[in-house]
């Protein structure tokens, strides 16, 4: 293989892994311009590695698939690095698709599918626009969320009514505690706890059935 054919497979891999790192950064996103462009970069040198170290002198020997075999299964582990479990929500999982995205382009890079290279970067940016439209996202089933809010004496009366609902809540749990008073002068507490629609039940019970919890007020209810 000559030297210009390698420079412009590295050049075409690092230009991919550039602007899927650009867009990706641009939205706030944890994979960025470096780990995507490193990544590109890491695909294309296995891949050539690949193809340059089992090569013979009369060509017949070249295999780039040999290593370049391994990148799909390696670069799941930095991908699933990026991927975080919480509160029964998933995050990260386009980006750790775009790890996998850009390693993908790298290998075609390195094999010398420039013109594929090109076009999946191309059709990876239209996707990657278009899902951020507004009219795509008004499809989304949006999720129904309430608000419960409870007067208590003592501040740390809820604490232990509300941890196991930090554990089995499905979705973001926001919970808000401010202080206040009584007409009297005696100190009270206010929290407002917000939830999924599916986890109020849960919770109503277990403040109905305390005795720390002196008014309860429910926002957002389903009828």
Do not use: N, Y
């Amino acid at each position: 293989m000559e030297l210009s054919q390698i420079v412009v497979r590295v050049l075409v891999a690092l230009a991919a892994g550039l602007v899927v790192g650009i867009e990706r950064e641009a939205r706030g996103h944890e994979a960025g311009i470096g780990t995507c462009a490193l990544v590109a970069l890491g695909a294309v040198v296995f891949t050539l590695a690949g193809a340059v170290g089992f090569s013979s002198p009369d060509g017949g020997g070249d295999d780039p698939w040999r290593i370049a075999a391994q990148v799909a299964s390696g670069i799941g582990f930095i991908g699933a690095g990026t991927i975080i479990q919480s509160r029964g929500s998933v995050k990260g999982l386009t980006t750790a698709a775009s790890l996998w995205f850009v390693a993908g382009v790298g290998v075609a890079a390195g094999v010398g599918g420039l013109a594929l290279a090109g076009i999946a970067v191309g059709a990876a940016l239209v996707l990657l626009t278009v899902r951020e439209v507004g009219p795509i996202r008004a499809w989304r089933r949006p999720r129904r969320t309430a608000s419960v809010s409870v007067v208590h004496a003592d501040r740390d009366a809820l604490a232990g009514l509300l941890t196991p609902l930090f554990a089995d809540a499905h979705g973001q749990v926001v919970v808000q505690t401010e202080a206040s008073a009584w007409p009297d002068g005696r100190g009270r507490w206010r929290t407002t706890i917000q939830l999924e629609q599916t986890g109020l039940a849960g919770l109503v019970e277990r403040l109905q059935a305390s005795p720390a919890a002196l008014e309860l007020t429910i926002d957002g209810a389903e009828a």
